[in-house]
């Protein structure tokens, strides 16, 4: 045990059944940002965020009941104060009798991950919510976003868009410019912004 608890890159954390750390690793000393002896007077609750403990004491108790391990992600609040994302594999340990009474975590930080998850959201709302129009097409010319200002520019909703063939919102004459610009992405090339025209779905050509 001693020798998995040193080699692992994982930080791993032995408490007993009301939380109280029993022994932890250094990995996991430096994910929480406490030192051992500090954590071996703590208790797993007292490092938990706030919001995040109820859902964790929850699956704890349950695996307590059943023995059922279980995968959880949570925010510890590391000694300078600052928030750590982590994603946490618990399980029971039993004696030799097969009693329940130690729990065994395994704790990897995901907090780049968790903030590039974040970036990706906000990113998100703002294509929603512009009234720039914002598309994007696959390399098979298939329509694979349209957010609300593609839906005012060119009278299809995000509905009726996505899935569709970029053809729809592209005048006949200029259909084989486009696959042209696709061949070149394809190839790694890069298009520069341009003027052209589109196709509104009444008819009507839209310069954009």
């Given at each position: ?61 349950r695996m ?5 391990s279980f ?7 590391r000694r ?129």
């Amino acid at each position: 045990m001693k020798a998995i608890f040193a080699q692992t890159t994982g930080g791993i954390a032995l408490t007993d059944l009301d939380g109280s750390f029993v022994t932890v690793n250094q990995r996991y000393c430096e994910i929480v940002g406490y030192s051992e002896p500090e954590l071996l007077k703590m208790r797993m609750q007292d490092i938990t965020h706030p919001e995040d403990l109820p859902g964790n004491l929850a699956q704890f108790h349950r695996m307590v009941e059943t023995g059922s391990s279980f995968d959880i992600e949570k925010r510890y609040i590391r000694r300078d104060g600052t928030l750590v994302w982590v994603s946490n594999s618990v399980s029971v340990i039993r004696s030799d009798s097969g009693k329940i009474t130690q729990a065994v975590t395994v704790t990897i930080d995901v907090t780049e991950r968790k903030r590039a998850q974040e970036e990706v959201r906000q990113l998100a709302a703002i294509i929603a919510s512009s009234d720039d129009a914002i598309i994007s097409i696959d390399l098979g010319m298939n329509i694979r976003s349209w957010n609300r200002g593609a839906e005012k520019l060119y009278g299809y909703s995000a509905e009726e868009a996505i899935g569709s063939p970029a053809t729809i919102i592209l005048p006949t004459d200029i259909v084989d410019e486009e696959n042209i610009i696709i061949d070149s992405i394809k190839a790694g090339g890069h298009v520069q912004p341009h003027e052209t025209r589109r196709r509104h779905k009444n008819g009507t050509v839209v310069h954009v």
